[in-house]
């Protein structure tokens, strides 16, 4: 995996979470199934300061901003969309294959 810029990466996960509709009518998994991973994805992007991440770290993100997009019953299609995005704005290639449909 080439270098990918982080800050570039982070805030394309994070807007996708940020603008993606809930579906999901039970409110009760909603802290844990989308705030919990939203806050730890911003926890371990301050954690990771200037260093570049590493395959099995792009791999954690877009494992948490996966679990948000189940909980938020956010369509196939959608996820599709803000994967492509992350991928685009970050100049990298692993995103679609990283998170499953």
């Known amino acids: 995996m080439s270098d990918i810029d982080s800050r570039a ?11 993606t509709r809930n579906h999901n009518p039970d409110e009760s998994g909603y802290a ?12 371990f992007e301050k954690e990771l300061g200037d260093r570049p991440l590493g395959p099995a770290e792009v791999d954690q993100v877009l494992a948490w901003l ?27 290639t692993r995103t679609q294959a990283a998170v499953a449909a």
């Open 9 to 19: 990466f982070f805030g394309a996960v994070l807007k996708a979470i940020a603008c």
């Open 66 to 92: 996966d679990s948000t997009f189940r909980t938020k019953h956010t369509p196939a299609e959608e996820r599709e969309h803000y994967l492509r995005r992350v991928a685009e704005v970050t100049g990298q």
């Open 32 to 43: 844990e199934g989308v705030l919990a991973p939203t806050a730890r994805i911003r926890e």
